[in-house]
Each structure stands twice: as C-alpha cells, then as structure tokens.
C-alpha cells in the first residue's frame, strides 16, 4: 500500500462522502480507493469509516484521524510548492477563501488581471460568509471582515478601514418618519445581517461617546446583496458596508442616516484583513496575493 496515495484517498473520502465520488476526484477506479482504505484501516488497525449502501461517515476515530491527516497533507504540499515557490515569481496552486459580496464587488473585477499578471499561479477561489478553518480547508489565505486582534494564530495584514452606513429608502422614511436619533431605532424595523441569532446590537461612535442600541425587525438574513434589495424595497433600516451602498446613497436611492457616527454591529474595530497561517510566511504566491489585495482593497473599501 502507497501510505501517501492511501492518506490522500481518505481526505477525498471524507469530504465527498463516498468512494465512488472520491474515485472520480483522484481519476481512478473506485475499487481502487476500496482497496487503499481497507490497507489503511488494516495497518492502523483501527475503523476510520462506517460504510453503508447510501453513504460513508467517518467513526469517531476517523474524525481524529482527518483532522491530524489534513494538517499533515497541508504542510507537505506547502514544503513540495516552497520549492518552486520561493524564487522572484509566484508558482502553483493558491486557494483563497473570499466573503461572497465583497469578493464579487470588490475583488472580482481584478481576479483576471492578477492571472495574466502571474501566469504561473492557478487560483481556487472559496466565496464564503463562513469563518472557515484554514488548516482544515486548506485554505492560503483568507480576506475577512471582522477583529484581527482575535486571530491569535494566525498572520494578519490589515488592509483597509471598514465603514458602514445606516441606510433606508426614502419611501420608508416617509412612511415611517426619519428617526432624529440612534435610540430612536428601537422604534422601527431594522433589517439584519446575521451575525447571531436574536436582537443585535449597533453601536454608534461620536467622538468618545459611545451609544448602543438593540435593535430587531422580522428579517435576518447572511447575505449582503438580499439586505441590500430589502432597504431598497422599502422594508425597513439596515446597517451595511460602504463599499455596498455609496452608489445608491450618492444616485438619491438610499439615505443615509446619522452621518456623525461611526456605526458597527458590535463594539470592536472591524477592518478588511488578510489572514494566513504561519506556515505561509515564505511563500512567493501568498505574498504576491497579499500584495495584489493591498492594491486593490483600499480604493474599494473606500472609494
């Protein structure tokens, strides 16, 4: 038995659920990827998978093993890609996990120009609201919009400030009235993203001061674009980033609302940030991928 073939087969059987779709990600027969799982259960002796007619789990001990088998799998390929990847131009594989909205709006009209830029480099992009694992994923680099001082794990570059608007159609506000002041949001329906279940909290910074207001509405919802087309529907307020919505506040479709304040959903500084795991500070394709979001980041976030 190929100990590494067997290793790799295992990972593609955990994350696809079946031999038969691991067989097809690595081109080979699915008896094939039968017999390098029985070798490997045999040499450990110890069950990594229950197998049934419709699916295959792993068992518990499986659930240790893949996670210790990623982490191992990851670094063997970074050390096999630092080889040719440590010279003056970028060379292989670089995964890279995206939020959904900012990485369509912001990033994606770029992504053409960073290939032809680096012709060298295949780029598998992960677009994404989830905080994904970056060991487990395997992921090189993560762009995230949140607290980098909570990653201590990690390597962070900031890339740019975050700003958010508080924002509403001009048909709700006449319906509804504008409110004059942030605890006067308890009084209207504010449109959520979801951070966590139940009421949220936005808080509102004026120089030193500090107002937090818990607000609530009938609609939560993890997606930016769907917030977005609900206040221009004129359902309600909701709290969404610049970069989303500066071209309706300055086009008259949205208002903007308490300009003075810098608002955040809860009381942290929240940045666009970079982030990657140690093992990745030397890689040639990483730094050229940090360096393409410095250029791009800042004028999107912002401009």
Known sequence: M???QALRAFVDV???GGFSKAARRLGV??????RLMDGLEEALGSALLTRTTRQVTLTDAGTIYLDQVTRILSDLDE???SVS???TEAVGPLRVSLP????RLCLGPHIAGFLQQNPRVSLDLVLSDSFVDLASDRIDV????GAPASQPNLIVKQLAEHHRFVVASHEYLEQRGVPKSPQELVEHECLRFAYQAGPQR???????AVDNVEVNGRLAVNNSDVLRETVLGGLGIALLPQWLVKDDVRAGRMRRLFEKYDVNPQDQTICVYAAYLPNRRHSRRVRTWVDFLQTHVSTAADG
Request: charged share 25%.
């Open 29 to 34: 027969a699915t008896s094939s990827v039968t």
């Open 85 to 87: 990847d440590t010279g």
């Open 79 to 81: 050390a096999d890609g």
């Open 142 to 145: 993560a762009v995230r919009i």
């Open 100 to 103: 959904v909205t900012f990485g």
């Open 202 to 208: 936005w808080s509102f910074r004026k120089n030193d």
């Open 14 to 16: 955990a994350e696809s």
């Open 2 to 4: 190929d100990k590494l």
